[in-house]
């Protein structure tokens, strides 16, 4: 396939996985805590083993080992920083009776969080099929936690099931804007930026927003289980990378 065609699917792909969202609707709330604290977990393991198993290294070999490089990852943490700052972002991976936010706060946000990681996607296509898929799938394990939440939420915060499922869905289709933009600047800005860009933004939501929802846990058994499920996430990217080497 060519590489609009892999955006294009990758991206149509990304906008339907919003649709996991109405799985809330059938389970109890002690239910589905029990299966997204595990998610969230395997989901960090993979958001900081695909940027710094996959996207760093491919950004150094496309960019130099040089403080651009490292620049553009901590412009990445910064920007999402900000953006959890002033939109009061948060991917709610908490009990639903735990957080009940402005339900079109987390649109919004949300679909900032969308733009720019299609971008990352758009841009890890460009420059190499294989990096595409993989920060494809990094960053589709990490949407399905945060689907879950945010469409739990925008229910219990009042909105209506088609609602939040068509808002939700609406949200998330900026992620195919954003992989069209990239692949559409491609021959104008060297989109390679946007690689280390979105590490940062990877690594800064594993490591401030995730992994300290797992330390809140007070179960024993629940703490084994959500480190070998970080582990486990890690783990694959980097063997994924051994792979693909």
């Not at 993979?46 to 490292?70: I, Q, R």
């Not at 099929?129 to 689907?147: D, F, S």
């Not at 480190?227 to 990217?237: D, E, K, Q």
Request: contains cysteine; glycine residues 10%; aromatic residues 8%.
């Amino acid at each position: 396939m060519s590489t609009l065609t892999w955006i294009l699917v990758s991206g149509t792909l990304m906008s339907a996985l919003a649709l996991v969202g109405s799985v809330t609707l059938l389970l109890p709330t002690r239910v589905f805590v029990r299966l997204v604290f595990p998610l969230v977990a395997l989901a960090a393991g993979s958001l900081l083993g695909g940027a710094l198993f996959h996207m760093l290294p491919e950004s150094v070999e496309a960019l130099g080992n040089d403080l651009t490089v490292y620049g553009w990852l901590a412009l990445g943490i910064v920007a999402f920083l900000v953006l959890e700052q002033y939109l009061h972002w948060h991917h709610c991976h908490r009990p639903l009776d735990a957080h009940r936010p402005v339900g079109y706060l987390i649109l919004v946000a949300d679909g900032l969080h969308n733009l720019i990681g299609g971008l990352a996607v758009g841009s890890a296509f460009v420059l190499d099929t294989r990096l595409g898929l993989v920060t494809w799938l990094v960053a589709a394990a990490h949407e399905v936690p945060q689907e879950l939440g945010d469409f739990g939420i925008l229910v219990h915060s009042g909105w209506s099931r088609p609602s939040a499922l068509v808002y939700n869905v609406a949200s998330a289709l900026t992620f195919l804007i954003g992989g069209v933009t990239a692949y559409a600047l491609a021959g104008s800005v060297n989109v390679a930026v946007v690689v280390p860009f979105a590490a940062g933004n990877f690594i800064y939501i594993a490591a401030t927003d995730l992994l300290p929802r797992l330390t809140t846990q007070e179960s024993p058994g629940d703490k084994v289980a959500h480190t070998a499920s970080f582990v486990v996430g890690l783990g694959l990217l980097y063997v994924l990378a051994l792979a693909v080497a």
